[in-house]
Every structure is written in structure tokens, then in C-alpha cells.
């Protein structure tokens, strides 16, 4: 593994978002859906396969402990300015069961303990991520966090349990924060620390025009365009909110939407209920068709497209037999 530096296209990049924030987001997401239409079919065909007994696992398990953040980026409606849910935290015996029951499952896939959230404002997230790796050691796990309250001390704490940390640096001068300059400094003068552990550090405007999140984006609303694609979120996704609610996507902003109730049914029973039947055969070919997506222009992470082209590839190899679909 290695230490990390990502700045989205440098000046160039940086003065697009800034200057020509619509254009730079709507060519950007054009361009991306163009490009994954493809695998995207490819994947939903394979999962909804009217021959498997149940679905394939979630290929990312998402999961919040707290649902609030410390930042003010504008594309969020989790920012600090903009935050309207209830104030949530989840309880340990809830988050305890989901981990076992996940490693009861054989889940081999990737971990997050983060959703629309600082996870560093949960007091006990690295007893959580220590505990996550005893259970779940095959896991690929990986923190994502906006490194405001992050230390050296921090790093090497969680350090262990991760296969990779990403800082993500929300500015705009496209200058690193002081304390993540140092904890940068301090990974580049001893890179033999981090030999087993991706640290990634990335350059991101704060005020950035990305996606409308399911139209709750606070500097990029639409309650009128349809956008005529898919997603894959339903089939690759569990999104789990702080009271064991499983939400549709990372776009559920306000925790509208219920999958299933993690405090009621099992993590895998509840990863085939019936709102998730219904909503993944209503989005096979256009989200168009199902109210909560309609106006939504979320685009998967290119992480995701990398694990979903290693499933179908490990498919292949193994001529569509049932084989785990994750990174080894």
C-alpha cells in the first residue's frame, strides 16, 4: 500500500468546479453514465437472474454510527448549516449483532462504518473498527473522513483495523488544513508505517456543484428533469442508518426511506425484503420509474464500478458458478 495524493485535475480542475460549477458537474456525470451503462446492465442482468435461489451479497455495507458532521461543504445537506435529522447515535448491542451477523453470513466484501457523517464524531468509532476487524477479517475495510478532527495520534489509532483511509480535504484555497498537513508530512517522512494501509488524501472544493443527491442537494436542486439510467446502489449497496433502519442509498439525506429494520429481520433476510424486490425491478432499466429516484442523478463511485467489473470478471472465470464476488 502507499501514501496518496489526489487533486481532481489540479488548477484546471479546481477553477472548472469553480468558475463553471453546472457545466463541470452535468459534463462530468453525462460522461460517466455514458461510460458504465454497459457494466451497469451487465450486473443488474447477473443479479436478477431468474435462476438464483437469492441475491448475490452487497458488494459495500455501509454503515452509520452517528448521524451527524462538523463541516459546512455546500453540495450536503449534512453540513452543519443544513442538518435537519434527528439527532441519532447508534446503540452498541444494535451494532454489535450487525457486525456478527454479518461475519455469521461469510460477508467478504467492503466495510464502511460511514455514511452522510464525520465518523470521527462517534467517540467509539475505533473500538468499532477494531472490532470489525477481529470479525470480519477478510473484509475490505475503509474510512472516509473529512479529517477535520483528525490527529497523528488519530491515524495510527485506526491505523490496524483499515485497508485504506481516505482525508478528504473540503477547502477553498486548495490548501491542505493545517493538522492534515501534518499528519501528510509526517505519512511522507515515514512511509514504512503505512506499508499495509492505503492513506489517501484528496483535494475537494467545498463548494463544489456534484450531484442533487435524490434532490435534496442544497446547491443543486431538480424536481423536474427524469433522468433516463439506472443505478446500481439497490444492488450492490446496504445503507444502514444509526437506528438500524436500512435506507435506500447514501441519497436517503433525511433517512426517509426503509429497506428493512435491522432491529426486526436479519441483516440477510433483510438484504432480499420485499421493498428491495420492488425497487430493483422498478429501476432495471430507468429510475424514472420509481418516485424516490426519479429525479435523482447520483452516479456510482468509481470504486464501486471496479468491484462490480471484478465480479462479473470472476463470474467469467468460473463459468457463472456461485463464487464470492469480492476483492481477495
Known amino acids: 500500500?502507499?501514501?496518496?495524493?489526489?487533486?481532481?485535475?489540479?488548477?484546471?480542475?479546481?477553477?472548472?468546479?469553480?468558475?463553471?460549477?453546472s457545466l463541470s458537474s452535468n459534463s462530468y456525470l453525462k460522461l460517466q453514465f455514458i461510460m458504465r451503462r454497459k457494466l451497469q446492465k451487465q450486473y443488474i442482468d447477473y443479479f436478477l437472474d431468474e435462476g438464483r435461489k437469492e441475491p448475490p451479497m452487497p458488494l459495500v455495507v455501509n454503515l452509520e454510527t452517528i448521524n451527524r458532521c462538523n463541516?459546512?461543504?455546500?453540495?450536503?445537506?449534512?453540513?452543519?448549516?443544513?442538518?435537519?435529522?434527528?439527532?441519532?447515535?447508534?446503540?452498541?448491542e444494535l451494532f454489535y449483532s450487525i457486525i456478527d451477523q454479518l461475519s455469521d453470513w461469510g460477508y467478504k466484501g467492503y466495510l464502511t462504518l460511514y455514511g452522510n457523517n464525520e465518523p470521527w464524531l462517534d467517540k467509539r468509532i475505533v473500538e468499532f473498527h477494531?472490532?470489525?476487524?477481529?470479525?470480519?477479517?477478510?473484509?475490505?475495510?475503509?474510512?472516509?473522513?473529512?479529517?477535520?478532527?483528525?490527529?497523528?495520534?488519530?491515524?495510527?489509532?485506526?491505523?490496524?483495523?483499515?485497508?485504506?483511509?481516505?482525508?478528504?480535504?473540503?477547502?477553498?484555497?486548495?490548501k491542505l488544513h493545517k493538522n492534515v498537513q501534518e499528519?501528510?508530512?509526517?505519512?511522507?517522512?515515514?512511509?514504512?508505517?503505512?506499508?499495509?494501509?492505503?492513506?489517501?488524501?484528496?483535494?475537494?472544493?467545498?463548494?463544489?456543484?456534484?450531484?442533487?443527491?435524490?434532490?435534496?442537494?442544497?446547491?443543486?436542486?431538480?424536481?423536474?428533469?427524469?433522468?433516463?439510467?439506472?443505478?446500481?446502489?439497490?444492488?450492490?449497496?446496504?445503507?444502514?442508518?444509526?437506528?438500524?433502519?436500512?435506507?435506500?442509498?447514501?441519497?436517503?439525506?433525511?433517512?426517509?426511506t426503509t429497506m428493512a429494520d435491522l432491529n426486526e429481520v436479519p441483516i440477510k433476510e433483510a438484504w432480499n425484503s420485499e421493498m428491495y424486490q420492488k425497487i430493483r425491478t422498478a429501476i432495471r432499466e430507468s429510475r424514472a420509474e420509481y418516485p424516490f429516484c426519479r429525479y435523482c442523478d447520483f452516479i456510482d463511485a468509481g470504486l464501486r464500478m471496479d468491484i462490480v467489473d471484478d465480479a462479473l470478471k470472476h463470474r467469467k472465470e468460473h463459468h457463472g458458478a456461485r463464487q464470492s464476488l469480492f476483492r481477495k
Not at 489526489?6 to 468558475?19: A, R, S
Not at 455546500?74 to 447508534?90: D, G, H, I, L, Q
Not at 508505517?193 to 456534484?210: D, G, I, N, P, T
Request: net charge neutral; with cysteine; hydrophobic share 35%.
Open 1 to 21: 500500500m502507499s501514501v496518496k495524493y489526489h487533486n481532481f485535475g489540479g488548477v484546471i480542475g479546481w477553477n472548472l468546479q469553480k468558475l463553471f460549477p
Open 71 to 92: 463541516s459546512d461543504c455546500a453540495f450536503c445537506t449534512a453540513n452543519r448549516y443544513a442538518e435537519k435529522r434527528p439527532f441519532k447515535r447508534m446503540e452498541e
Open 130 to 174: 477494531k472490532y470489525c476487524r477481529e470479525k470480519l477479517p477478510e473484509c475490505f475495510i475503509f474510512m472516509s473522513t473529512n479529517g477535520l478532527l483528525l490527529d497523528i495520534d488519530k491515524v495510527k489509532a485506526v491505523l490496524p483495523y483499515v485497508n485504506q483511509l481516505i482525508i478528504n480535504n473540503y477547502c477553498e484555497d486548495m
Open 183 to 256: 499528519i501528510y508530512d509526517y505519512a511522507r517522512t515515514h512511509e514504512e508505517e503505512f506499508e499495509s494501509v492505503e492513506l489517501l488524501f484528496q483535494m475537494r472544493y467545498a463548494k463544489a456543484v456534484l450531484t442533487n443527491r435524490a434532490g435534496s442537494a442544497p446547491n443543486k436542486k431538480n424536481t423536474t428533469r427524469t433522468l433516463k439510467e439506472t443505478c446500481l446502489m439497490p444492488y450492490t449497496d446496504i445503507f444502514i442508518f444509526p437506528d438500524g433502519r436500512m435506507g435506500i442509498c447514501c441519497c436517503d439525506n433525511y433517512e426517509k
